[in-house]
């Protein structure tokens, strides 16, 4: 059975930094298409703000993020990280590792396993 659990989640002032990790198990790197980042704020929608093909190593940011945050992924330890930097009060949300088992497709569209979340606090 595919499980996602995330870490690294916490609170931390506006400007500062935190890493986010989701590992996976179940499955190996060779069996998912793609992984992702989403975030759902209290009272909003859930977004996703970041993907990760594992075949070419594309990655795809919101432009509420990009040029903040960067994902990437260690295939040895089945391990996917948002890396994310200058943080703002907006970015506060739970924050929810994905992954597409099959392809092909936009990944944010076609997630088929969750994390249960994490959670990122950012004081102003």
């Known amino acids: 059975q595919v499980q996602l659990v995330e870490s690294g989640g916490g609170s931390v002032q506006g400007g500062g930094s935190l890493r986010l990790s989701c590992a996976a198990s179940g499955y190996t790197h060779r069996d998912y298409y793609c992984m992702a980042w989403f975030r759902q704020a209290p009272g909003k929608e859930r977004e996703g703000i970041a993907a990760i093909y594992r075949n070419t190593g594309t990655t795809y940011y919101a432009e509420s993020v990009e040029g903040r945050f960067t994902i990437s992924q260690d295939n040895d330890k089945n391990t996917l990280y948002l890396e994310m930097n200058k943080l703002k009060p907006e970015d506060t949300a739970m924050y929810y590792c994905?992954?597409?088992?099959?392809?092909?497709?936009?990944?944010?569209?076609?997630?088929?396993?969750w994390g249960q979340g994490t959670q990122v606090t950012v004081s102003s």
């Open positions: 994905a992954a597409a088992i099959g392809g092909p497709g936009f990944c944010l569209q076609i997630i088929t396993n």
